[in-house]
């Protein structure tokens, strides 16, 4: 076996993350299912800006569409569900396989939308209907506004994955707001089935301090944040509250770790991978990540539940002057803008290749 193969075989999730008409039409995905144990992806903003937006395998759809009147937001979302779709009718065998745990897809509401918590779940309940996919995941951003659409989200049905979440409190405020939908849901004699997974961004904490910190911290937040998060999320599974849940049948809201690509071109680019092995989590890697882990990989062991040495180590940070609180805060208010950055390139680049069939404009 291969250490993707390893890893899956230890109980972690591999999703790809990463998503283009190119990988499907190719036979790409597929195969990494097959020999890499690929099991899910995940999209963003900025994933599709560069699939649509630096290459051409969306040109003739997006004259096609345009002819027929649509345009900007809508055109998008149409693309964006026919390569997911796609996508999830590959991993639908696991999917059902796993009883709904695995073999999802996710699709990202406006990151314009951020801030205004009924405006995002309106666009998640009606992308959720437009979709009509089962194994489709709709993303939400654990932002105070998100949280909250995160609760009437989970309680209409519709499965979530929390992205943007960067600390433990950020993680328990999301954590939190599952488990209020699902106990209204049951409260309401509704199946309490509603899948959710929590997304944790790694590699950002150690960009954001580099250079900040003495060198023997060097790439060591992001991990010790992780590991404090992973205690935290095995703690929840013991308590009282969570195994009535789990008696009523409803799943739990899964860790995924996210933005595992290693940043520092001196460190191994396994770096995160290989430290964030955890059974019953899910890892989401960048395509070149996947592909580098595959190669040359090593499991070292898996995350302590416990936590291990996140406290001393994010002790150490404290001391170097990192104010962890409001770095977290920070790093969740620049992704959402980064988000936002993308959305707004994609749709001018959906623009501009449409412009051809625009009367009186000559093509480019």
């Known amino acids: 076996m291969n250490a993707s193969q390893q890893l899956h075989a230890l109980g972690q999730s591999l999703w790809l993350d990463n998503i283009s008409r190119d990988l499907l039409d190719s036979g790409t995905l597929q195969r990494y299912c097959a020999e890499l144990s690929v099991t899910g992806l995940t999209s963003n903003p900025s994933i599709f800006e560069q699939a649509i937006g630096r290459g051409t395998a969306y040109d003739a759809a997006i004259r096609q569409k345009s002819a027929a009147g649509k345009t900007g937001e809508a055109l998008f979302f149409e693309l964006a569900l026919e390569d997911l779709t796609r996508a999830a009718t590959i991993f639908q065998p696991l999917h059902a396989a796993s009883g709904g745990l695995d073999g999802w897809v996710s699709l990202e509401v406006s990151p314009l939308l951020a801030d205004d918590a009924a405006a995002t779940l309106a666009e998640a309940k009606r992308l959720h209907a437009q979709a009509a996919c089962p194994n489709l995941l709709i993303k939400i951003p654990g932002t105070p506004a998100g949280v909250k659409a995160i609760e009437e989200a989970i309680f209409a049905g519709v499965p979530v994955n929390v992205t943007l979440l960067f600390s433990r409190e950020q993680y328990i405020a999301a954590a939190d707001a ?64 969570w195994k009535k849940f789990a008696a009523a049948g409803a799943l739990p809201q899964r860790l995924l770790w996210a933005s595992t690509g290693t940043k520092d071109p001196q460190m191994r680019d396994t770096l995160y991978v290989e430290a964030l092995a955890a059974p019953g989590t899910i890892n989401t890697l960048p395509e070149k990540t996947l592909l580098a882990f595959a190669d040359h990989g090593e499991l070292k062991g898996v995350m302590p539940e416990d936590g291990g040495d996140a406290e001393g180590v994010l002790a150490d940070f404290a001391l170097a002057g990192i104010d962890i609180a409001a770095l977290a805060t920070r790093l969740q208010r620049d992704g959402a803008l980064s988000f936002v950055k993308s959305w707004t390139d994609l749709l001018a680049a959906i623009s501009e290749k449409c412009r051809p069939l625009t009367p009186g404009v000559p093509a480019p």
């Open 178 to 241: 599952y488990w209020r939908g699902i106990q209204r849901r049951i409260e309401a004699g509704l199946d309490p089935r509603v899948v959710s997974v929590a997304s944790i961004f790694i590699s950002r904490w150690d960009v954001a301090v580099a250079g900040q910190v003495p060198a023997n911290l060097g790439n060591q937040l992001g991990i010790a944040i992780a590991r404090r998060i992973y205690k935290a999320a095995c703690q929840r599974q013991g308590y009282s509250a």
